[in-house]
């Protein structure tokens, strides 16, 4: 039995893992060449311990009932109809590709970006690659207090030798460092308590070698009997004081932006405060403050986006699903085809909350023991249609380049262009 997973993320990975255990075959898609999703092109450079996590992928891409197919897109180079005709099942990890608006007036001016973008930018995603961040801004915003916030605050703080040692793509380096940013204001909109970011990621933010982080005392005042929360309050209220570094990191919070201000591009951004309502959320409260700043990253959260052929919820922003089986609009089952992960179950948790979510997924599939009503072989469709894939050893093959590119002082350097990628393979014999 033979089941194609479609997206190279953790997900993808982790219900790989649980279906070679059942005894499925594992055919893995993926429309860019190499694998690791969000691994890859989401977790910062400079937290290679997250990466690490790869090594177990590897792993599970060792047995020999996996193959992956990178560089095959769907809807390109396949549909999800075809899939179906070809496998027990149908499991689409294709994650969160886009991001949350702010609905804010100016949020479209040149300067204002998805924090989503950046990322993936300076990860070296070839969809991004091209883009270009007005680094010559000396105040920023980064609106949001999640974790991917604090990514970007701290690779937008790190000193270039800092960033020299990392993966991290060689144009953005460069840019970063010429960077002029010299303050970088991290924006949540309800109190230190509702933060979205880990203590892990709150406390790199009291230790940054470029940089100073500033709080203001009466909006870091609280405790909690919940350990994690006062943990939190912990970090927030022994941060060292400021000792003169080159760079500030201002965390705020209680404060909501409502305009980014600016006549061709951004020059400010209105913010109001807010204060908590009983059930915790934000209220404004009248009262307002401009903050001069020349950039913008809105970091309110990814989004999903539909698949052709696929039913989605627009409103939720994923895949129509009950517990991971793709129901359509009347709520049946739509046989063979399963969801997993961030499209399943929107942009929430960490790499492994992704193991849980798969597993329920698979073991739907296991219990529902389709067969594909054909057998042709996905080698011989793309085959047909002259699609160049790319297997787990072609990307072993581009991941040995990278590394061998990195010259022992980086851990690799990425190939960031699709053709470079599929050059530097060759022509499949
Ligand atoms: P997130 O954790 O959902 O945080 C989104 C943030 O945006 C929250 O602070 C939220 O505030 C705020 N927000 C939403 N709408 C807003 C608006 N209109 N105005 C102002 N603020 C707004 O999302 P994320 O940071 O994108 O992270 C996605 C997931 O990846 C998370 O589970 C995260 O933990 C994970 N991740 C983990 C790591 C790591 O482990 N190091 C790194 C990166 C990402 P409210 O709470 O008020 O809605």
Same mark, same amino acid.
């Given at each position: ?9 953790? +997900?993808?990975? =982790? ?33 290679? !311990?997250?990466?690490?996590? &790869?090594?177990?992928?590897? !792993? ?43 609905? &804010? ?10 924090? +989503? ?40 703080? /790190? ?29 949540? /909109? ?38 994690? &929360? ?57 009262? =307002? ?81 389709? +067969? ?23 990307? !072993? ?16 350097? !990425? ?6 990628? &599929? ?7």
């Amino acid at each position: 039995m033979k089941v194609a997973v479609v997206g190279s993320g953790p +997900t993808g990975f =982790y219900a790989a893992e649980d279906l070679l255990k059942k005894d499925y075959a594992v055919d893995m898609l993926d429309r860019l060449p190499c694998p690791y999703g969000l691994v890859r092109y989401g977790v910062a450079p400079d937290h290679p !311990k997250i990466k690490s996590v &790869i090594a177990i992928y590897e !792993k599970i891409a060792d047995n020999p009932r996996f193959r992956f197919f990178g560089n095959v897109e769907l809807g390109r180079d396949v549909t999800v109809d075809e899939l179906r005709e070809r496998y027990a099942a149908v499991l689409l990890c294709t994650g969160a590709q886009s991001d949350r608006r702010m609905g &804010i007036p100016g949020e479209d001016l040149p300067g204002s970006h998805p924090a +989503t973008e950046f990322v993936a930018w300076y990860n070296g995603h070839p969809d991004y690659r091209h883009l270009s961040f007005d680094l010559s801004q000396e105040r920023v915003a980064v609106v949001g207090v999640g974790n991917v916030a604090v990514d970007v605050a701290r690779i937008l703080c /790190r000193t270039p030798e800092e960033l020299e040692g990392t993966d991290i793509a060689d144009y953005a380096l460069e840019a970063l460092r010429s960077s002029k940013v010299r303050e970088v204001w991290m924006l949540g /909109r309800r109190g230190a308590e509702q933060a979205a970011f880990t203590n892990p990621e709150l406390r790199e933010l009291t230790a940054l070698e470029g940089a100073d982080l500033i709080l203001r005392p009466d909006e870091i005042q609280g405790s909690s009997t919940d350990k994690q &929360i006062a943990k939190r309050f912990e970090i927030l209220q022994t941060a060292p004081p400021p000792r003169g570094l080159a760079r500030k990191l201002h965390l705020r919070f209680l404060v909501s932006p409502v305009e980014i201000t600016g006549s061709s591009r951004v020059e400010g951004l209105r913010l109001v405060r807010n204060r908590l309502t009983a059930d915790f959320q934000a209220e404004p409260t009248g009262e =307002y403050e401009d903050l001069p700043v020349g950039l913008v990253f809105r970091s309110v959260g990814y989004r999903g986006v539909p698949l052709a052929g696929v039913p989605f919820d627009a409103r939720k922003h994923v895949i129509s699903n009950v517990g991971g089986r793709v129901v359509d609009e009347s709520g049946a089952v739509v046989p063979r085809l399963y969801t997993a992960g961030w499209i399943k179950r929107g942009p929430s948790g960490v790499i492994g909350t992704n193991k849980p979510c798969a597993k329920e997924t698979v073991d739907k599939v296991v219990e529902d023991a389709l +067969t594909p009503p054909g057998s042709q072989d996905l080698t011989d469709l793309l085959s047909s249609r002259g699609v160049r894939w790319v297997t787990f050893d072609d990307w !072993k093959a581009l991941d040995k380049l990278e590394v061998a590119r990195g010259g022992g002082t980086r851990p690799r350097v !990425k190939f960031t262009a699709l053709d470079e990628m &599929i050059e530097a393979l060759g022509v499949r014999a």
